[in-house]
């Protein structure tokens, strides 16, 4: 996939501030108990695709609360919709993925760490 175009990145750029303000809001109802972050929206050149990031804080159930967001798709959408109504032409499908980001520096974090903890070898 070669870099996104200026229009992209400012459309993905709309869509990331308006769903974060949705999740903020109404993400409790989707997810009980998550704090939701959009961290990447990345959009396909036509417009028609949004691929959304999201990240989970407070849950040990981020894949469970990810199945839930992606089946309330339409709903999500349609608020979107709303938000940005006089900013597109169309309101793009939405495709919601887990960014595992954050536990992915954990792990590495906790490799790194062990890794000090054990014993020098002399040279």
């Not at 981020?62 to 339409?74: H, R």
Request: glycine share 4%; aromatic share 8%.
């Amino acid at each position: 996939m070669g870099t996104e175009s200026k229009r992209q990145q400012r459309f993905a750029g709309v869509i990331q501030q308006d769903l974060a303000e949705l999740f903020q809001r109404d993400g409790g109802a989707w997810a009980p108990g998550a704090f939701i972050t959009v961290t990447k929206v990345r959009v396909t050149p036509d417009l028609a695709i949004a691929r959304v990031y999201l990240s989970f804080l407070n849950t040990k159930t981020a894949k469970d609360d990810l199945a839930n967001i992606q089946s309330k798709t339409n709903e999500i959408r349609y608020k979107l919709g709303a938000r940005i109504k006089n900013q597109a032409r169309i309101v793009p499908q939405l495709e919601f993925f887990l960014d595992d980001t954050n536990e992915y520096v954990e792990h590495m974090d906790k490799l790194f760490e062990e890794i000090s903890k054990e014993p020098r070898q002399p040279d």
